[in-house]
């Protein structure tokens, strides 16, 4: 896929699943924007999309991997993938907190009296020990 089509999925994406308030959009309940909209909001963020058209949206859309928007009569949305959609209930399990000695380090927690350029180091033996312990 090349960059222009990644640039675009991943800007489409922000605005109508993270940030449409950034982007001017007022999905209706259904998360539904007008693809007129859209595109004007994406016109003004990048010179090379001065002239981006639905078309380039439809073009977009097929070229990813898996489907992430629907377009129909005008309209825009994202779809809702499994692991977006985690009920009332939340994600089925409780996140733990981290004793406050604990900072993050990339996905791993490092004791945060070991030197930034430790953390390298630091996370390498944690990831080791994880799968070591998977095995």
Known sequence: MD????????????ALRHAPEQYDLRP?????????????ALRTRRRQWKL???????????ALDKRRFELRGGKIRALIRPEDD????GPGFELEKLPDFFEL?????VPSDVDPADWPAQREAAWTSAVRDRR
């Open 86 to 89: 985690q009920g009332e209930e």
């Open 52 to 62: 981006l058209r639905e078309d380039d949206l439809i073009r977009m859309n097929a």
């Open 28 to 40: 209706d309940s259904d998360g539904w924007v007008d693809v007129a909209v859209l595109l004007d």
């Open 105 to 109: 380090a990339g996905s791993v927690a």
């Open 3 to 14: 960059a222009f089509t990644v640039s675009l999925s991943k800007t489409v994406s922000h």
